[in-house]
């Protein structure tokens, strides 16, 4: 098998094991994200400046971990929020600030976007969705190469962190490998924090 099919079979398993998850380990994922962040603060370099550092994250749809708690947590604790724009074409993601009083727009394959009238920002850190996730920090995602794509461009500029964010359940020994794939730094998760060697 190729690395493409490889990866295809593991997303219909991946989909089903997230399926799988629990109803009391859904309903408590999400504060138990925002606690397990307040209590091991993953290392991020301030700016200079003094300016807030920007996290962008994802506005969960489906059956992808509630981060909005969250999202609201690094909001009051003085980080910039930003949240993906997706482009209709093969193209990286764009960013726009997130406030609690944001308007969310329907963005490409069922997201929400904040809307035009948010400023962009650049992140500093990726929060990044995935199917699945190994012990190396390779991620699995929907297989549309986004956030692939969107690490390359902004790393071959600046250091970002990116922390995979998900449910423990969706760890695997592996994940197959291609040429554009990029490690994440950390890994969050509904049980904990942890850093990728
Ligand atoms: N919440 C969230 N926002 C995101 C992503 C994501 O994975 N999750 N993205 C990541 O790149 C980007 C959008 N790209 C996407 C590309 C493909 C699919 C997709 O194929 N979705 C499935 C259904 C997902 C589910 O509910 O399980 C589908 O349409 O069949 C979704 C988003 C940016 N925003
Ligand atoms: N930096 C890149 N430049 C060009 N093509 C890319 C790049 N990154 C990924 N791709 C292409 O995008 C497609 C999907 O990649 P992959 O299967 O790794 O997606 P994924 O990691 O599951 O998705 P996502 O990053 O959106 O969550 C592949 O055809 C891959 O070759």
Request: charged share 25%.
């Amino acid at each position: 098998m190729t690395v493409e099919e490889d990866k295809k079979a593991l997303r219909s398993a991946m989909h089903a094991r997230r399926a799988a998850v629990a109803a009391a380990d859904r309903a408590a994922a999400g504060a138990a994200l925002a606690a397990t962040w307040r209590r091991e603060q993953p290392v991020l370099t301030p700016h200079p400046d003094g300016r807030a550092t920007v996290v962008a994250g994802f506005w969960p749809m489906g059956e992808e971990i509630d981060l909005r708690p969250l999202l609201g947590a690094l909001h009051d604790d003085g980080y910039a929020v930003g949240l993906p724009v997706t482009p209709a074409a093969a193209a990286p993601l764009r960013f726009r600030q997130w406030t609690p009083g944001t308007l969310l727009v329907g963005g490409p394959f069922g997201t929400s976007e904040p809307a035009a009238a948010a400023p962009e920002v650049e992140p500093d850190a990726l929060l990044v969705p995935f199917l699945a996730v190994d012990a190396d920090g390779y991620r699995l995602g929907y297989g549309g190469g986004y956030y692939d794509r969107t690490l390359l461009e902004l790393r071959a500029r600046r250091r970002v962190i990116a922390i995979g964010v998900g449910f423990e359940a969706q760890r695997v020994d592996r994940v197959p490998r291609g040429p554009h794939d990029d490690r994440l730094d950390w890994l969050l998760t509904d049980r904990r924090l942890l850093a990728f060697a």
